[in-house]
């Protein structure tokens, strides 16, 4: 565990390390386009860890109506294991309380059995199937969801 995780909203001075993010842990990853696309719109919800004066990972999600949906959440390879996500969805999770939304919501890879554990740690519940959600390689992917309903 890391006790000197910040997480800061995203902005523009992150981007460059979010593309270097995206391209080690993600098949499909987002560009530094899309990325910034996200600074302007009114419901995004981006989040940048930073752990020894450097970014660490990042969540980012879209509040639609009270319902959060959780786009990505990544960490770096060295920060892996260190509370990093833990941190980036507690705080992702604290925000939806405060705003008063009705739950939040993800997919993941079946395979990725560290992001999973880590969702379920937080109370998140499996919900569903997507086939073949993903590409590269081609994987299902489940549905967790948080309900905050009578957390907040």
């Not at 499909?28 to 600074?39: H, I, K, T």
């Not at 999600?61 to 507690?90: C, P, Q, S």
């Amino acid at each position: 565990m890391i006790n000197d995780i910040k997480i800061v909203p995203m902005d523009e001075s992150h981007l460059k390390d979010l593309v270097l993010l995206e391209k080690q842990c993600f098949s499909v990853p987002w560009s530094e386009n899309a990325l910034r696309a996200e600074l302007e719109k009114e419901n995004s919800r981006f989040f940048v860890a930073i752990t020894k004066d450097e970014v660490s990972g990042y969540i980012g999600a879209n509040n639609v109506l009270g319902e959060v949906y959780i786009d990505n959440i990544a960490v770096f390879y060295n920060y892996r294991e260190f509370g990093v996500g833990t941190a980036l969805l507690k705080h992702l999770i604290n925000v939806s309380k405060e705003e008063n939304c009705d739950f939040l919501t993800l997919e993941v890879r079946v395979s990725n059995k560290p992001a999973r554990k880590l969702y379920e740690k937080l109370g998140f519940k499996e919900v569903g199937l997507r086939k073949n959600f993903y590409d590269q390689p081609r994987e299902d992917g489940i549905i967790y969801t948080l309900y905050l309903g009578e957390d907040k």
